[in-house]
């Protein structure tokens, strides 16, 4: 606000400083302000504290209310409650994709957040992942064949969808014996290496037979001809023996 007399202009220029700084005139109410560290005096904040705090008058209904962990009385709760529950069923897809980009655009914050938390809550990680393996010990078979390809250098993934489709194409029995497998994967159905990892062979799918038990194991690191050349000799010798 521009003054043409000197005088006034200094008056409203020190009365416009003392408004704002730290020591001086109250913002809101314009009584003194004797601490050191504010700028409204002790009765705006104690009607602040009265108004916000946790026992006081609720901000969002501002009825009075009586709480010890709280900010808001019950009923606001509830309603805001009930309005996230809604809004976050009408907007899951939304909600995701905001999830997805704040996640990708602070990936190392996220990282680091992710490493303090598994490291503070090492149990309970540990439950989750023991029971999520029982559940699916197809993917843990999966993902322990993709680390082993990672560190070997091998190369080549497979898929769950792969796995389905390879156990159509063997149309439930095994790929050695012959004998049924379980119509869907468990700790009972192998997947194998026709050409084993530790001998150079691939991850991927052309390089992987559903098998029984008893033949994974028997097989061990042969290869896939090796071990029908075996098992045919051992059937032969068998035979002869009788």
């Known amino acids: 606000m521009p003054y043409?007399?000197?005088e006034?202009?200094?008056?409203?220029?020190k009365e416009y400083y003392l408004k704002r700084c730290v020591k001086g005139i109250c913002r809101r109410c314009g009584n003194l302000v004797e601490s050191e560290g504010y700028k409204t005096c002790e009765c705006c904040r104690e009607?602040?504290?009265?108004?916000?705090?946790?026992k006081g008058i609720c901000p969002t209904c501002h009825k009075p209310?009586?709480?010890v962990q709280f900010k808001t009385c019950d009923s606001c709760r509830e309603k805001g409650r009930v309005r996230g529950h809604v809004y976050r069923n009408m907007n899951k897809e939304k909600i995701r994709i905001g999830i997805y980009k704040c996640r990708d655009a602070n990936r190392?914050?996220?990282d680091e957040y992710q490493r303090e938390w598994v490291k503070a809550n090492h149990e309970k990680v540990r439950a989750t992942d023991k029971r999520w393996s029982v559940k699916h010990p197809d993917a843990v078979r999966r993902k322990r064949h993709n680390r082993r390809t990672r560190i070997t250098g091998n190369g080549g993934t497979y898929t769950l969808k792969e796995l389905n489709a390879q156990f159509e194409k063997q149309e439930g029995f095994c790929y050695y014996c012959g004998e049924l497998l379980y119509a869907s994967f468990d700790k009972e159905v192998h997947v194998d290496h026709m050409i084993p990892l530790s001998r150079g062979g691939s991850n991927s799918i052309e390089n992987i037979v559903l098998s029984c038990a008893t033949c994974n194991l028997e097989k061990n690191t042969k290869t896939s001809d090796e071990y029908l050349k075996l098992k045919k000799e051992t059937q032969t010798d068998v035979q002869t023996q009788f």
């Open 108 to 110: 190392e914050r996220y």
């Open 47 to 54: 009607r602040d504290r009265l108004s916000h705090n946790r």
């Open 65 to 67: 209310f009586e709480s």
């Open 4 to 6: 043409k007399d000197a």
């Open 8 to 13: 006034k202009k200094r008056a409203y220029h």
